[in-house]
């Protein structure tokens, strides 16, 4: 079982509609990213999170220590938001490094 | 300001052939990172360099592969005797203080063994 999951991996909307991408994770940590990767390949990191909620524009992300899991949320949905979606934790023990879940594959159609 | 730059963005070899891809960090960042992302793959996590400390080299797959930090800003990772299943993008990040906080990706260097 990887130390980061996310659900669900491929995820296709209409424009509009709201938008919710969760990441669950096994190992303790003092942060929680969530990653951006357009087609293109580049990789924007949208929010560090350590507790609570954190929002951006129409981009909101939470997260839940105890249950180790967070959330990301997009409201109304644009084809541009159109990506893959990385969630990513850094670890309390072992070697220091960002462990990343998979991926979410969101398609925004218009 | 100037992000991360890494050099080459394309990098074609043939098995064998040793290469190097060169990243430039944020000016000021003490902490950098490479990742690669194979085909279809997710990121994977392959060295990571935190001021003057020793990097913590636990990810990298082979003792083919090596990295160093000069001066504590740019940095080159070394592949040795290339293989098919190297060919992947290679990403570099860099943050300002290390330990979790926010990375910086650069656009990464293609790699693609013959």
């Known amino acids: 079982k990887n130390e980061v999951e996310q659900s669900p991996q491929n995820l296709t909307a209409q424009e509009g509609e709201f938008i919710t991408i969760n990441c669950s994770y096994s190992v303790g940590i003092s942060a929680l990213h969530w990653l951006q990767q357009h087609p293109g390949g580049g990789i924007v990191s949208l929010f560090m999170?350590?507790?609570g909620k954190k929002k951006h524009g129409r981009l909101i992300a939470t997260i839940n220590i105890q249950e180790k899991h967070s959330s990301l949320h997009i409201t109304a949905s644009h084809p541009r938001d159109s990506a893959v979606y990385i969630c990513?934790?850094?670890?309390?023990?072992?070697?220091?490094?960002?462990?990343f879940g998979q991926g979410t594959r969101l398609t925004i159609n218009p | 300001g100037a992000g991360v730059s890494q050099s080459p963005s394309n990098k074609v070899t043939e098995k064998g052939k040793d290469v190097e891809l060169r990243c430039d960090p944020i000016s000021g960042h003490t902490a950098l990172y490479w990742y690669r992302q194979s085909l279809g793959q997710g990121l994977e996590f392959l060295i990571y360099?935190?001021?003057?400390?020793?990097?913590?080299k636990s990810g990298l797959p082979s003792d083919r592969f090596s990295a160093e930090r000069t001066g504590g800003s740019v940095s080159t990772l070394t592949i040795q005797r290339t293989q098919q299943e190297d060919s992947a993008v290679y990403l570099c990040a860099s943050s300002l203080i290390g330990n979790g906080d926010t990375q910086y990706f650069g656009p990464g260097t293609r790699l693609t063994v013959l």
């Open positions: 990513a934790v850094w670890e309390i023990q072992g070697a220091q490094k960002l462990v």
């Open positions: 360099f935190q001021g003057n400390s020793a990097p913590d």
């Open positions: 999170l350590s507790s």
